[in-house]
């Protein structure tokens, strides 16, 4: 198994850079780009600095002239200022050359920094990172000590009116989206239209500073019940019929009826024999959930709950072509998303040791 690591290990870097020089590629034949999106600015009127460019006179002082330029919107542009751009933003030089240099920073993990913020990436994402861990791990916990018994419970009482009960909540689950879960527990619970009983933004109160440790975790659950529920309700339904369905499977076999013929009792069968099988492939599925919730699933939740995390970090870099931002947390996410599979690779063999990557390798 020691080999296997270092095998799976060494294969992270070359991963790494497909990963980013298929994206890398993607973004230089998308149209627009920060130099278009300033430019833009500019012709809008929009005159109050983006990223430490010049602003209000200086930009119109210098935007004045005629020229034929590569980028749309710069038709009566002096061609100076827009260099003067493209050197803020990197792309006086060639792509071949800011890749080189991106991975070359990469490999020290400089990551750079934001065209529009005076902030490093790193330092932005670590910033973010607080609220989308709070928002994703909760929300993977619950969800699995809600999923895993809820699906036992539905393959072992398979055909029961507690199956068919509980498939109706499954079934909510898979059809409304967490979003929409989230406009509802807002409309209900938070001052919508009915109850006034939880707060409508951010993970803490303004006062938060003052409060005793006790009160700070208090006013920190407060504030998590209604975006972890969204997510949790969104995100239970596949997770329960995936357990259901995998111990529905274990329980028909031929070794699990040899069991019960031999007088062993029903939970011994249960979580002494079908368990360690039938979990293998909810284990599977562990590193692809929490990565989810980490970085995508809570988009829309981080927008409706106004949470300033990695999520909408992430979505506001892209409509904005922040693209230090874009890469460096595409290149974490990736490296988390690696390592968390390698993971659970660790976990399946831990879960039942007849399962031997290495030897599967060999």
């Avoid at 590629?25 to 430019?39: H, K, S, T």
């Avoid at 990197?90 to 050359?97: A, C, I, R, T």
């Avoid at 861990?133 to 393959?155: E, M, N, Q, R, V």
């Avoid at 829309?300 to 300033?308: G, Y």
């Amino acid at each position: 198994m020691f080999a296997y690591i270092i095998r799976r290990l060494a294969l992270i870097p070359l991963t790494l850079f497909g990963i980013i020089t298929l994206n890398f590629i993607i973004v230089q034949l998308a149209p627009g780009g920060p130099v278009e999106r300033v430019l833009a600015q500019i012709k809008g009127m929009d005159t109050g600095g983006v990223g430490g460019l010049r602003s209000g006179g200086d930009i119109a002082s210098r935007a004045g002239g005629g020229n034929t330029s590569m980028y749309r919107g710069a038709q009566g542009m002096d061609p100076a200022f827009i260099k003067e751009i493209e050197k803020q933003f990197g792309f006086d030089k060639p792509p071949h050359e800011r890749y080189f240099l991106m991975m070359k920073n990469y490999l020290a993990f400089d990551l750079g920094q934001s065209f529009y913020r005076t902030i490093d990436v790193g330092d932005l994402i670590l910033e973010k990172m607080p609220v989308s861990i709070s928002i994703g791990l909760w929300s993977t916990l619950i969800i699995y000590l809600i999923s895993i018994p809820l699906g036992i419970s539905k393959a072992v009482r398979d055909g029961s009116t507690f199956d068919v009960g509980t498939s109706y909540a499954v079934v909510i689950g898979y059809a409304v989206p967490s979003f929409m879960f989230a406009i509802l527990l807002i409309v209900v619970f938070a001052g919508g239209s009915y109850l006034d009983w939880f707060p409508l933004r951010g993970l803490t109160s303004d006062n938060w500073a003052e409060l005793s440790w006790w009160g700070k975790v208090t006013d920190y659950a407060w504030h998590l019940i209604l975006p972890v529920t969204a997510m949790t309700i969104g995100g239970f339904a596949s997770l329960t019929m995936l357990t259901k369905n995998c111990f529905l499977d274990e329980i028909n076999k031929q070794y699990v009826l040899t069991a019960k013929a031999k007088g062993l009792a029903p939970n011994r069968v249960l979580y002494g024999h079908i368990f360690r099988n039938a979990m293998l492939l909810v284990i599977a599925g562990f590193p692809a959930t929490l990565v989810t919730m980490l970085f995508t699933g809570s988009l829309l939740i981080e927008v409706i709950f106004s949470l300033d995390g990695l999520g909408l970090l992430g979505y506001q870099a892209i409509l904005d072509r922040d693209y230090p931002v874009v890469f460096g947390s595409l290149y974490l996410f990736s490296i988390v998303g690696l390592v968390l599979n390698l993971v659970s690779d660790l976990t399946y063999h831990m879960v039942d040791p007849r399962i031997d990557f290495e030897a599967r390798a060999t």
